[in-house]
């Protein structure tokens, strides 16, 4: 068993099959002897439970009646406290019957305390729980729980029928989510040529990541504007479509990540130039850090072009119009492409398409920022 990813969080492997296969002997054992002669009526609460009703239904060893019933109470990895019936069950299949529960895993008891209620409505003959899983430390109700398959410390756990967000449930082992202080944030580049869709895209991700963002272009308009000296000396090569020298731009960029006391930066606009490439690896490695991945979105020229127009029109930028247009991609081609050749040798560049919708673009991003294998 080795850790795997589902959605964004890593899992660890937690219980193997050989565990699972035990617990399910247990709680059928005990559930043969409770059941004596008469016929039990397993209600089976979907979607987490389908796998072990299945494979209790296979070693149960006298007659049952299967039903179902689904409840929908997670969101993430956190009990959202709601609980909504999404699949109801007839009265006649379980009035003067009776009834046993199962439930993959009862943890707060929220989604149990709603299913005794609903379930005890339908006048069962007498109503048992069973679950294959229990969180001692989490339950905070006090319905008896009648038949415990394993006892587990408070962990959020998947497979076996048990999910994060819809994925994991076909495992057919039991994955605990790895804790979260060693899956540590990206430190990443957003990388391409002037109107590639960098600031759109990089704040997308600073959104959906909880990202630091920090963009070289907007700082330095955000100095001019406020006339700061930095603006005062910025302002010349910025409306020239030139790049604004390095000693001036690290040493803004020294100031703004000043010490990085945690990860999770996303860059956008810088670096720029090698010499910048190098001083962020500095910045950064002074507390042990190190860029993860450079992201170079791919445009063709003359959609850059046409790109960079259009925002012109919008932007209120001095520099978005066609004659700083031309400099600024020739500036690109000159200075700023280098800096791909400089993370290719560290293993850290990926080329992503940058043409098509903004949705479909951000999804190539977050595909590669989602696999990354991050350095401890
Ligand atoms: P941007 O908003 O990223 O397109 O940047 C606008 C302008 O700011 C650029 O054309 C450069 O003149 C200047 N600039 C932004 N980032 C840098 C950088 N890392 N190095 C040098 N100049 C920069």
Redesign the pocket.
């Known amino acids: 068993m080795k850790e795997i990813k589902l959605h964004d969080k890593i899992f660890t492997p937690y219980i193997n099959k050989r565990q699972i296969s035990l617990a399910i002997k247990k709680i059928t054992q005990e559930l043969e002897s409770y059941a004596d002669n008469k016929t039990l009526v397993f209600v089976s609460i979907l979607k987490g439970a389908f796998m072990f009703a299945s494979d209790l239904a296979k070693v149960y060893k006298k007659n049952a009646v299967f039903e179902f019933y689904r409840l929908k109470s997670y969101e993430g990895t956190q009990s959202t406290g709601e609980v909504k019936i999404l699949v109801d069950i007839n009265q006649q299949d379980i009035e003067g019957k009776d009834v046993v529960v199962l439930e993959d895993i009862v943890d707060t008891g929220n989604t149990l305390e709603k299913i005794f209620e609903e379930l005890s409505k339908k006048k069962p003959k007498s109503l048992k729980i069973a679950t294959l899983f229990y969180k001692p430390e989490a339950y905070k109700k006090n319905i008896p729980i009648d038949f415990i398959g394993m006892e587990i410390p408070n962990e959020f756990i998947v497979g076996y029928g048990l999910d994060y967000n819809e994925l994991g449930r076909n495992l057919p082992e039991i994955y605990k989510l790895k804790d979260v202080k060693k899956q540590r944030m990206a430190d990443i580049v957003l990388f391409g040529p002037?109107g590639a869709g960098?600031?759109t895209q990089a704040k997308i991700l600073k959104d959906k990541l909880g990202l630091k963002y920090i963009?070289?272009?907007?700082m330095?308009?955000h100095h001019i504007k406020n006339k700061t000296e930095l603006g005062v000396k910025?302002q010349q090569?910025?409306d020239n479509?030139?790049?604004?020298?390095?000693e001036i731009?690290i040493g803004m960029i020294k100031e703004s990540i000043g010490d990085p006391d945690s990860h999770g930066f996303i860059f956008?606009?810088?670096?720029?130039?090698v010499a910048?490439a190098e001083a962020l690896d500095k910045i950064m490695g002074e507390k042990g850090y190190i860029i993860d991945a450079l992201l170079s979105l791919e445009v063709p020229e003359e959609i850059l072009v046409e790109r960079l127009l259009n925002r012109g029109k919008t932007s209120g930028r001095s520099?978005d119009n066609e004659e700083t247009i031309k400099k600024?991609l020739k500036?690109y081609h000159t200075k700023t492409a280098p800096v791909k050749e400089y993370y290719e040798k560290q293993g850290k560049l990926y080329q992503i398409n940058g043409v098509g919708e903004i949705d479909e673009i951000h999804k190539r991003l977050y595909d590669i920022i989602k696999n990354l294998k991050l350095r401890e």
């Not at 963009?215 to 907007?218: E, F, H, L, Q, S």
């Not at 956008?268 to 130039?273: E, H, K, L, V, Y």
Request: no cysteine.
């Open positions: 002037p960098k600031g963009a070289t272009g907007d330095f308009r910025a090569y910025i479509g030139e790049l604004v020298p390095d731009t956008d606009g810088f670096p720029r130039t910048q520099d600024r500036q």
